[in-house]
C-alpha cells in the first residue's frame, strides 16, 4: 500500500507558475513510477508528466511539454511538478499517482495504482 499526499495547489494568473509537491509513504519507492494526472469535471482523465523513482527517465504529455518539469527528492520519497506559463485551460484538479513495483520505463500509459486526494491548481486570465 502506498499513501500519497499532495500539496501547492493554489490560485494564480496566467503566465504564473506553481510547484506541487507528492510525498509517498512507502518503502519501495525507488521501485515505482511516480505521476502525475489532471482532471476537470465531466472530462477524461490526462496524464501530465512521469518519473521513474530515484532514477531520471522522464515521460511528459505534449499540451505540457517545455511548461512543466516533474523531479523528486528521493530522500524524502517527494515527487515535484514544477509548472511555468500557466495558461487557463491549465485550471482542474491535479493528481499524484504511484505504480506498483514496476520494472519497465515509466511512461504515462503504466498502471497507476495508488492515488492522491488531488489538490486544485486556477488560473487566470
Known amino acids: 500500500q502506498v499513501h500519497l499526499v499532495e500539496s501547492g495547489g493554489a490560485s494564480v494568473q496566467a503566465g504564473g507558475s506553481l510547484r506541487l509537491s507528492c510525498t509517498a509513504s512507502?518503502?519501495?519507492?525507488?521501485?515505482?513510477?511516480m505521476g502525475w494526472f489532471r482532471q476537470a469535471p465531466g472530462k477524461e482523465r490526462e496524464g501530465v508528466a512521469s518519473?521513474?523513482?530515484?532514477?531520471?527517465?522522464?515521460d511528459y504529455a505534449d499540451s505540457v511539454k517545455g511548461r512543466f518539469t516533474i523531479s523528486q527528492d528521493n530522500a524524502k520519497n517527494t515527487v515535484y511538478l514544477q509548472m511555468n506559463s500557466l495558461k487557463p485551460e491549465d485550471t482542474t484538479m491535479y493528481y499524484c499517482?504511484?505504480?506498483?513495483?514496476?520494472?519497465?520505463?515509466?511512461?504515462?500509459?503504466?498502471?497507476?495504482?495508488?492515488w492522491g486526494q488531488g489538490t486544485q491548481v486556477t488560473v487566470s486570465s
Open positions: 499517482a504511484a505504480s506498483p513495483v514496476w520494472g519497465g520505463y515509466c511512461r504515462l500509459g503504466v498502471e497507476f495504482r495508488y
Open positions: 518519473v521513474r523513482a530515484g532514477a531520471v527517465f522522464t
Open positions: 512507502t518503502n519501495t519507492y525507488s521501485g515505482r513510477c
